[in-house]
């Protein structure tokens, strides 16, 4: 059975004459003569083939001149890595340098930017109330100055309600040094005379050699040294107040003038969605904490006015403003509960259900009435927030400790917006604030659109 089909291949070229016998190899199919009688007997005893594409000897000799080419570059290539790896250990050298540079520069300036935080958040948290007046038809600075002036109003009168309980306990300070001498002295002389172990404490006599030396004039030079601390303090408040009044009046219009210059439109729609998102998880946060921790003051002065404890509206304010600090703020509330009721009552069971009462009350707080409202929208890990705490307060004092919560609020919010940082926002807390502002900035949209709509639609007929 004869194969024209092979022919070509074999004998001929495609579409020419035959193949002369001298005509070199490397262009076709190099191969032996056909056997003389064709047919599947004559295929099988031809000899194995190698086919060579045409060009490929021209293409394998730019591949080793490539070859040669590339190794002869590679030192060049290796030195320009190296200047790629030293550039960017400079660059992370230079990071690290700029961020000491600013942790310094915070430091020094600590007695303004606390104050400037602590406007830029409470502007924040109030200024949704001045949009409702600006929408009500009161100029926005006329609105800023309403709010300012109440919040101050608030303080002011606060203030002047602790001023008689605070000048009742400052004149009981020499009673409640000589109590704390003889109440220690008597728990020294138990320890350390056994023989007088059976008798009951209050019964125990002790002599002046057994109290310990605490001088009155000391407790005064402490609380004297402690007012340079209130008149820095009055003054920090006094310029919170006055930023906060010019955040709340014209803050907006900067802010949107300062993003609107921004180049890229993806970033300036970002940077909104993440200060608006910001926003509503501050207000969410403050005051839900607000409305907790004063209805945890007042469960505390209505404790102690049980129990008997002078001054129980006083203290209950201390444990709201206190409870602002979490876990130390209530650590402090304790401390102070447990001297007031030890110099009323002495070492007596009455004096212990103050402290006792209150660490119940704040246990209930914690485990129960706060994870109930602020959990659902904001759950924050106990190890950062204990961390932000200690480190804002040793940085920036006690008004660093008030502003650790919301910072690290904020830091959250900002995690949950950047895709590359979602995770470490989930580390900080599992859910995710950025979301909720997101949607509460589509339902905010999508009401100012209907509004537009119901106030251009055409009356009915």
């Known amino acids: 059975m004869n194969l024209p089909f092979l022919a070509p291949r074999v004998g001929t070229r495609p579409g020419g004459p035959p193949r002369r016998a001298e005509e070199p190899a490397g262009r076709g199919i190099e191969t032996a003569a056909p056997p003389a009688s064709g047919g599947v007997a004559g295929l099988a005893e031809l000899p194995s083939s190698r086919v060579t594409e045409p060009g490929a000897e021209r293409r394998g000799g730019e591949d080793r001149r490539r070859d040669a080419d ?21 660059r992370h050298s230079l990071w690290v340098i700029a961020g000491i540079a600013a942790i310094g520069l915070l430091t020094l300036a600590r007695p ?20 409702r007046l600006a929408r009500l038809g009161l100029p926005k600075p006329l609105g800023a100055a309403l709010v300012v002036a109440l919040m101050a109003g608030a303080g002011w009168a606060s203030i002047d309600a602790a001023g008689e309980p605070l000048r009742t306990w400052a004149a009981k300070v020499p009673e409640i040094v000589q109590k704390v001498r003889t109440e220690l002295g008597r728990v020294q002389r138990v320890v350390t005379q056994p023989a007088v172990r059976d008798v009951p404490l209050d019964k125990v006599r002790v002599r002046e050699s057994d109290k310990p030396r605490i001088e009155v004039g000391q407790v005064v030079s402490l609380a004297g040294g402690m007012a340079a601390s209130v008149r820095a303090a009055l003054f920090g408040v006094a310029v919170t107040l ?17 993003i609107a210059l921004l180049p890229g439109h993806a970033l ?17 946060y403050l005051g839900a904490v607000t409305l907790i921790n004063a209805a945890l003051g007042l469960a505390v002065a209505a404790l102690l006015a049980a ?8 203290f209950g304010a201390i444990v709201a403003v206190m409870n602002f600090l979490p876990f130390v703020g209530a650590a402090i509330s304790s401390v102070v509960l447990a ?7 002495g070492l007596t069971a009455q004096a212990l259900l103050v402290p006792l009462g209150f660490m119940v009350l704040h246990l209930l707080e914690a485990q129960f009435l706060t994870p109930f409202v602020i959990g659902r929208t904001l759950t924050l890990n106990p190890l ?3 961390l932000s705490v200690v480190v804002f307060g040793s940085w920036w004092g006690i008004g660093g400790a008030f502003l650790a919560v ?3 609020v904020a830091t959250k919010v900002a995690f949950d917006a950047v895709p590359r940082l979602r995770g470490w926002g989930q580390v900080l807390g599992r859910r995710r604030g950025f979301n909720d502002g997101i949607q509460w900035l589509e339902g905010q949209r999508r009401a100012r659109a209907r509004r537009r709509a119901r106030a251009t639609a055409p009356p009915l007929a």
């Not at 570059?73 to 190296?82: C, D, F, L, Q």
């Not at 006055?242 to 300062?258: D, E, I």
């Not at 129990?307 to 006083?314: D, E, S, T, V, Y």
């Not at 001297?339 to 009552?345: K, Q, S, Y």
């Open 242 to 258: 006055a930023l906060t009044y010019f955040m709340l009046a014209t803050g907006k219009g900067v802010v949107s003038t300062s």
């Open 112 to 131: 303004v930017v606390v104050p400037l935080l602590f406007a830029l958040i409470i502007s924040m948290a109030l200024y949704p109330v001045v949009g």
């Open 307 to 314: 129990i008997g404890l002078p001054g129980a509206l006083f």
């Open 406 to 408: 919301p910072l690290l």
């Open 268 to 284: 300036r729609t970002n940077l909104r969605r993440l200060g608006h998102a910001t926003q509503r998880a501050l207000v969410r």
């Open 384 to 386: 950062f927030v204990i």
């Open 70 to 90: 590339r190794r002869a570059e590679a030192p060049g290539a290796e030195e320009e890595e190296r200047s790629r790896r030293d550039l960017r250990g400079i």
């Open 339 to 345: 001297l007031a009721a030890f110099a009323t009552f």
